[in-house]
């Protein structure tokens, strides 16, 4: 096997360009993170080291040898997938098909970001995803797509993420418009998001332009779920998070005009965040969970009378609320009821996630004319009518 590993880098390095001390950074960093799997210490100091001329692969916990049969296997698949450049050949039924020199590979349909478009001669940066045998030899199969192309270039640009002090935690992306990643540092003195930001942002915007101008939202990770989901968030400013661990469930309030940029456009910052994370959001406007808590009371739900009385919410005023209720419940339902807002209309707020009049209120002219179909004039009575509701 480590025969098997020097000759595929000195390929790789002939072949394609790629410094092989660069690759060979990769593959020992892949292995450092799957030792700690097997020595199950998350606190364990573990290294790894490949001899740049046996290829001989040498792993340490706490000064103690580790060994293990799977190092092998996975330095060669590490080397393997690793990020290549080629110009585009020719075109197959959507699919590229990349020249790389003394071999092709293919970048298929499904795995091209979206709004990317490339003509014969232009140059492609893509990760290799995999490599198959076929009766014609074997075929490289490119993404730019998958996550792994986002960390692989962040392990590229971050030499304290290609050193093991700062990990990625977690991805989630939608490609070619936005990514979210949480990062984390083993050294209290290194800050993981100023080291993938880079001086003035210099690290982060050299991604951003290989990914076309994609949205990338660098984020802390923590252990904390709470601080963790605040900045998930981001750039929105949460107000109070209340944690549901059986069900892996957040409830998130927020200022309401900070629900907007807690949603984001077509709901995809809430979204992403969610993915994030690993847990169901639910993000609302301070409003908004106020008279929720009121529709609670009147329902006669015990569990939510303390929530909805509070010193704001007087008994005297139980029949106003009621009228409310049975008002707005028609209105976050049916969108046609706000003078302005038309089927078409209507159709366009709830897949941005703006369902409810509360949430139409939070916004401004601004959000609202960034939604494909809604001119400043059309977005100027709709505000007008539901802050008069």
Known sequence: MNE????ILDQMEREKGID???LFKAIESALASAAKKIVQNKEAEVTAVIDRSTGQITIMSEGKPVKSAEFGRIA?????????NGSV??????????????????????????GERYKQGDRIRAYILEVNKTSHGPQVVLTRSDVAFVKKLFE???PEIMDGIVEIRSIAREPGERTKLAVWSKDEKVDAVGACVGMRGSRVKDIVNELKGERVDIVRW????????????????PLEVTIDKANKRIAVTVADDQLSIGIGKHGQNVRLASRLIGWEI??????????????????????????AIGPEAPASKTKKAKT?????????????????????ISKILIAAGYDTSEKLKALTIEDLTKLEGVGEKTAEKILKAAKDI
């Open 4 to 7: 098997e590993l020097l000759t």
């Open 20 to 22: 092989k001390e660069l």
């Open 76 to 84: 060669a698949q590490t080397a393997k997938r690793t990020i290549v």
């Open 89 to 114: 050949h020719r075109f197959e039924k959507g699919d590229i098909v990349l020249d790389l020199g003394k071999t092709e590979a293919i970048l298929p349909r499904s795995h091209q970001c979206q």
């Open 156 to 158: 590229i640009e971050v």
């Open 222 to 237: 923590s252990d904390d779920i709470k601080e963790y989901v605040k900045a998930a968030l981001s750039p929105a400013e």
């Open 282 to 307: 639910d993000i609302r406007g301070k409003e908004e969970k106020a008279k929720k808590a009121a529709e609670a009371l009147l329902a006669g739900k015990p569990e939510d009378k303390k929530e």
């Open 324 to 344: 409310v209720k049975a008002k707005d419940q028609k209105k976050a339902f049916d969108l046609t009821a706000i003078k302005g807002i038309g089927q078409k």
